[in-house]
């Protein structure tokens, strides 16, 4: 058998790849991550839009691995911009002495299991090779930008810009006619800050979404203080919650509650702000009549915001509300009051072409100085199957996973042995607080490569039938709720010709940590350790 170079590979140095990378060391082990960007944060460090920040309250997205690490670090407000999430993920590399593990500005092009050697050959764009006995993919479910197929996109004359991929120089558009194709949370979060500096914004709109007021503000030092002092027994309660967010949950179902009730309920929570919003009833994603109540709620808000009726009316959905991921935004409607702000219909009358000077819509041509691409993500699956991923016997990622991701517990791929996934598709991931979901996946990854080598044992792979019963499982529960039945980035449904399938778990992060922990107390039910 080779020698390998290295024990694991992890690709990827956001929060994910940094956690593994940190655990493999104490362990004693060779790894080596490799990471695009030119620094650590992921997700954070491509984000760098005007207005990117994190929906979650800064003080539970976080790591807790470390208490020290809890306590020093101080958030400046709610929900923190990209700026400082970005140079909390620096300070954790400082803090670790992470950066010397990570080799940057290289992308791994391939990964194939050598069937012969019993180990992985992992090949970057510099032409390097190296061998490691296991693979982890930190690569993040938000990661890869999506460049929409609009025909002229490269004849712009002017500058175009990509929300998930913004210049690390600060943009400005003052004086500029600026068009912004998408109304998604980037487009919802960076509009407003557009419109503050632009002469004219137009915002092209496919579908309206909902958007939950951040209500964000500086972090208030006494809730800091009760948090900082209470740590423990907060992060073992977010492991109990439904999405690993402590906050004030409703048992009562909305069907059996009198309508002045609800109303109130959902009132504090929109004056509260965040994406809670429906969590103070049971049924809100699964009874349609439930979720209409809040629907119109938040609608009847559009209306009561936006002062030109037309374009209120355009700003309703017409799905249901938590559907697609609740956006959370500042000022975004209210932005539509200003005169030099327009928006514009593209589900009805679709943009046709880019051109030199701008953008065609329904036979007219609309100049602009810059476009902006607010066109979101090949979710979840994108940023694995743009890596040449070959498992036993040569067989491609992308061919197994022709009719959507199959994983088991979105942690193992049968027939890819000793390649882990950091929340990986079929796992919790997205539908959840993310920091805790990495967590748990790095921790879950990091023991059984321990309990592999403490037996001895080279080679982990998920059974087929295991991922098969699981595959069942997430789209049992998928199907329960109304979630499932929305054309939003969960099921692909924004990337042309991706198969459609409801790729995150449902079942909320205590059901899925429940699940892990019990496969291992059982000799690591449905893997084959050889």
Not at 322 to 347: I, S
Not at 402 to 425: C, E, I, K, Q
Not at 443 to 459: Q, S
Request: proline residues 5%; contains cysteine; negative net charge.
């Amino acid at each position: 058998m080779g020698k390998q170079d290295l024990d694991v590979v992890v690709i990827g140095a956001g929060f994910g790849g940094m956690y593994m990378l940190h655990r493999l060391r104490k362990m004693g082990l060779r790894a080596r991550a490799y990471e695009v960007g030119d620094d650590v944060g992921g997700t954070w460090y491509w984000n760098r839009y005007p207005g990117a920040r994190v929906d979650v309250e800064s003080m539970q997205y976080s790591y807790q691995f470390d208490e020290e690490l809890q306590q020093e670090w101080e958030w400046s407000e709610k929900y923190s911009p990209q700026p400082e999430i970005l140079r909390y993920a620096q300070h954790v590399a400082e803090r670790f002495d992470l950066r010397k593990d990570i080799q940057f500005n290289t992308r791994v092009t391939a990964a194939h299991f050598d069937d012969a050697n019993e180990d992985w050959l992992i090949t970057t764009d510099r032409g390097e090779q190296v061998r490691a006995r296991h693979f982890v993919l930190a690569v993040g479910c938000l990661s890869s930008f999506n460049v929409p197929d609009i025909p002229g996109i490269n004849d712009f004359a002017g500058d175009s810009y990509y929300t998930g991929k913004w210049p690390h120089k600060p943009v400005d558009f003052s004086g500029q006619r600026v068009a912004v194709i998408g109304t998604g949370s980037s487009a919802m979060q960076s509009s407003p800050e557009i419109a503050k500096q632009a002469s004219a914004l137009t915002v092209f709109q496919r579908t309206a979404n909902f958007s939950i007021p951040a209500q964000n503000r500086p972090q208030d030092p006494d809730y800091v203080a009760y948090v900082k002092a209470n740590y423990p027994e907060l992060r073992a309660k977010a492991k109990t919650i439904y999405g690993g967010v402590v906050d004030e949950f409703g048992t009562a179902k909305a069907l059996e509650t009198p309508i002045e009730e609800i109303h109130k309920d959902l009132e504090a929570r929109w004056q509260k702000g965040g994406l809670t919003f429906l969590g103070g009833f049971t049924d809100m994603l699964t009874d349609r009549q439930a979720n209409e109540i809040a629907a119109e709620f938040a609608k009847n808000k559009i209306r009561s915001i936006v002062k030109d009726p037309k374009t209120a009316e355009m700003l309703c959905p017409k799905n249901i509300i938590g559907g697609k991921r609740l956006c959370v935004d500042t000022e975004y409607f209210a932005m539509y009051n200003h005169p030099h702000v327009n928006l514009l219909d593209v589900q009805e009358t679709p943009i046709e072409r880019i051109t030199a000077k701008g953008i065609v819509r329904g036979g007219v041509e609309y100049e602009f100085d810059s476009i902006v691409y607010a066109t979101g993500y090949d979710a979840i699956t994108g940023s694995y199957l743009r890596i040449d991923i070959r498992g036993r016997n040569g067989v491609e990622l992308k061919d197994h996973w022709d009719a959507g991701p199959r994983t088991y517990l979105g942690l193992m791929v049968s027939g890819f042995p000793n390649m882990f996934m950091v929340t990986g598709p079929g796992s919790p991931s997205v539908l959840t607080n993310m920091l805790p979901s990495i967590e748990i996946s790095v921790e879950w990854i990091t023991d059984a490569i321990a309990d592999m080598r403490a037996e001895d044992k080279k080679l982990c792979q998920a059974r087929p039938e295991a991922e098969a019963e699981w595959v069942a499982h997430v789209n049992e529960v998928a199907s329960k709720s109304l979630r499932s039945t929305v054309k939003s980035w969960y099921i692909g449904a924004n990337i042309p010709g991706k198969p459609s399938v409801f790729m995150p778990y449902l079942g909320g992060q205590p059901a899925y940590l429940a699940k892990c922990q019990e496969v291992v107390a059982n000799g690591y039910e449905g893997f084959d350790l050889t």
